[in-house]
């Protein structure tokens, strides 16, 4: 009886054996390499789980080799593999590591399922954050035999792709074994991702330098689109990171990280026209178009007709459009020996290159023409490896600080330049008025002069004749700093000049134009000029400056050029009499283009109004009304016998 017991065991054995793939991990004292071939069938059938399912007709297939192998490179659909493993006896808890094989898998041990890898319901897809997992086995199978069977689901995006099916061999052992080993595992790939946290680094110290350089020069916003670009790729890879601990199927972690990914390229494309100084022309609305187009790829794969290689074509064409239009903006700049342009160029070039070769590597990864990723790797150590991506982004995060270096040097010698200048023009201005107006017997002066915050060019002047009238000049030199004050101080000097010698206000305008006319270099003068005798008779003679006011109304004066324009040009003089205790008041167009926040000017009614005021009072009401330039008035009064006495 016991011998035909043991030959009916036998029997059954090798019964089961006939039909089943095995393999023997009995012996192992540690985790095992399952490496035997599985049984391998298309389609989806609930009993395929089952171990007495007799599956010895299945082809056999392993794992770590593509499915192209088995005639399947096209094949979407589900997939089942087979394994029968003889395990260890031992006390301890044992488990079986598995590893993606495609978009989702199920795994199941005699016919329970034990572990899910992706998502298979309710909606079958692929989520990137799915590594490897740990399934725990039954007790019941220690020191004996268990069926395994994995049940496979394989969309059609990836089906063309080149390698598709290969994946890593399970490992069978102790549960606390396994969990040490995918534990090293996510720290290899800690170390595995050092480039990249290293690239965030740079990125973000380069970033907080260009915010601190806004910070200091706020209107040059060129440094805000910098450290935009430079801190957005710093989140990026953080943001990147994070993705992958997130249950997201594959077409939307992709769209998400293309759609980040497409601001922090929109703030380049911004930083890149603000740097260079050019208006946003239809390159820069050209490339900014396309570079929203690239993240719409996976939703082409997700709810389109499109394959994952060709999403990957639609981003080479987008990329290699931008630098296109990109470096037509360039090419340009460089050729007209722009510094700028032509450090950012060769960094450019080997970036543009770069991405856009790794684009076309993964459409043809993702067409089955190309084995391996799109990266184009420099160094592949143990665990770790540099890739020229690596390299080219690094340069151009070194390029952006270079260029960035130099344009707040340049900018912080032409601030020290200019603030040398403005104290030089200030300087020289100071001599564009007199320090002390001369008392004149018989004439009351007044002056106010309210300089803006650029140094500009109004003068005015008041000599005292030989024959006892007075001679009054009042002008404004054109444009602004040194160059203004130097004219004016010009000016001055020949008024001083022309003043000794007693001539009418026409006649020194007509020689003070020809001395300007010849030396100005494209700058003029405007300048009203004026003789009160002693009898009040004055005579007026204008070269383009605001006719003077007498008793509040405007004097009626025949105006010319301003000086320095034509050395041909006539200049006439004006005479009229002020009777005692008659106001004559000068202007300078300081005080009716004064501007308030409503953008409304001052004008010349209002400056009529008060033209009667002192000269301090005129000033602080264009002042207080929105002052945009220099103003500067001068007043007289011709007064009476008892006026002088008072004095």
């Not at 095995?22 to 609930?46: E, K, N």
């Amino acid at each position: 009886m016991r011998k035909a017991a043991a030959f009916a065991v036998f029997l059954f054995s090798a019964a089961l054996s006939m039909h089943a793939q095995s393999f023997d991990a009995s012996a192992a004292g540690g985790p095992v390499i399952i490496t035997a071939p599985w049984r391998l069938h298309t389609g989806d059938h609930a009993a395929w789980a089952s171990p007495s399912f007799d599956d010895s007709q299945w082809a056999l297939h392993p794992i770590e080799t593509s499915w192209a192998d088995q005639d399947l490179r096209d094949y979407s659909g589900y997939i089942w593999l087979r394994l029968r493993v003889r395990v260890p006896a031992t006390s301890k808890p044992l488990a079986l590591l598995v590893f993606p094989l495609a978009d989702a898998e199920e795994v199941y041990a005699d016919g329970i399922l034990i572990g899910m890898i992706g998502q298979m319901r309710p909606q079958r897809s692929r989520l990137v954050n799915e590594s490897a997992r740990v399934l725990p086995l039954s007790s019941a199978v220690r020191g004996g035999t268990v069926e395994l069977a994995i049940r496979v689901w394989r969309s059609r995006f990836y089906t063309s792709s080149y390698g598709s099916g290969a994946g890593r061999l399970p490992v069978l052992g102790t549960q606390a074994d396994l969990t040490r080993i995918v534990q090293l595992a996510h720290s290899r790939d800690l170390v595995v991702q050092a480039d990249s946290w290293l690239l965030a680094v740079v990125a973000a110290v380069f970033g907080l330098f260009s915010l601190g350089l806004f910070l200091f020069r706020r209107q040059a916003t060129e440094y805000c689109w910098a450290a935009l670009f430079l801190l957005g790729t710093a989140i990026y890879f953080v943001f990147l990171a994070w993705l992958k601990t997130c249950s997201l199927e594959g077409g939307a972690f992709t769209f998400f990280s293309l759609s980040f990914d497409a601001l922090v390229e929109t703030a380049w494309l911004f930083f890149l026209w603000r740097f260079l100084r050019s208006k946003y022309d239809r390159l820069f609305y050209a490339a900014l178009i396309v570079n929203w187009v690239r993240p719409t790829a996976p939703l082409w794969v997700m709810y389109g007709p499109a394959s994952v290689s060709q999403a990957f074509l639609l981003g080479t064409v987008a990329h290699l459009s931008i630098s296109v239009l990109v470096l037509a903006k360039l090419l340009p700049l460089v050729r007209s020996r722009n510094r700028d342009a032509q450090l950012l160029l060769i960094p450019f070039l080997l970036n543009s290159a770069v991405l856009g070769l790794s684009e076309a590597r993964s459409a043809l990864q993702y067409s089955g023409y190309f084995a391996g990723n799109g990266s184009l790797a420099i160094y592949a150590g143990h665990g770790f490896q540099v890739t020229w991506d690596d390299l080219s982004l690094l340069l151009s995060f070194f390029a952006i600080g270079a260029v960035l270096v130099l344009r707040f040097t340049k900018s912080a010698q032409q601030a020290q330049r200019l603030s040398s200048e403005m104290n030089a023009a200030r300087k020289v201005q100071s001599l564009l008025i007199p320090r002390e107006l001369p008392i004149v017997l018989g004439i009351g002066l007044d002056a106010a002069y309210f300089p803006a915050a650029e140094v500009g060019g109004d003068l005015y002047q008041v000599f005292q004749q030989p024959d006892g009238s007075l001679l009054v000049a009042i002008g404004d030199v054109s444009g602004k700093g040194l160059k203004a004050a130097m004219l004016g101080t010009l000016v001055v000097g020949a008024l001083r000049s022309l003043a000794q010698e007693n001539l009418p206000p026409a006649e020194i305008l007509f020689r003070l134009n020809r001395q300007l006319a010849d030396s100005t270099d494209g700058g003029f003068v405007t300048c009203c000029i004026a003789r009160i005798d002693a009898d009040g008779q004055v005579t007026v003679a204008n070269a383009g400056h605001l006719p003077p006011y007498r008793n509040g109304e405007e004097v009626s004066l025949d105006s010319s050029l301003p000086l320095g324009i034509s050395a041909s040009t006539e200049f006439c003089g004006t005479t009229l009499q002020l009777a005692c205790g008659d106001n004559l008041t000068f202007l300078s167009d300081g005080v009716v283009e004064a501007r308030n926040t409503a953008g409304e000017l001052f004008g010349f009614d209002r400056a009529r109004e008060i033209s009667n005021q002192l000269a301090e009072q005129i000033a602080i009401a264009a002042q207080a009304f929105g002052q945009e330039d220099d103003i500067t008035v001068l007043t007289l009064q011709r007064e009476t016998a008892h006026d002088w006495n008072k004095k």
